[in-house]
């Protein structure tokens, strides 16, 4: 079971089309990597080959 990490200041933004995107903060956070190859991944994830570099 996945814990659930509190939404604190700082974990997100709304883009201009009012998605809320994750921050690098964020996902340092939750500790890994769900690899929808998301905007400000710290893990580098690359969708295109598949793996974390």
């Known amino acids: 079971m996945k814990k ?4 604190e200041e700082g974990d997100y933004y709304l883009t201009p089309e009012g ?6 903060q ?3 956070k939750r500790g890994y990597c769900c690899e929808s190859n998301c905007r400000h ?6 969708v295109k080959k598949g793996k974390n570099y």
Do not use: A, K, S
């Open 4 to 7: 659930i990490i509190p939404i």
């Open 26 to 28: 964020y996902h340092l």
């Open 41 to 46: 991944c710290p893990y580098g994830y690359n």
């Open 19 to 24: 998605y809320r995107c994750f921050t690098e």
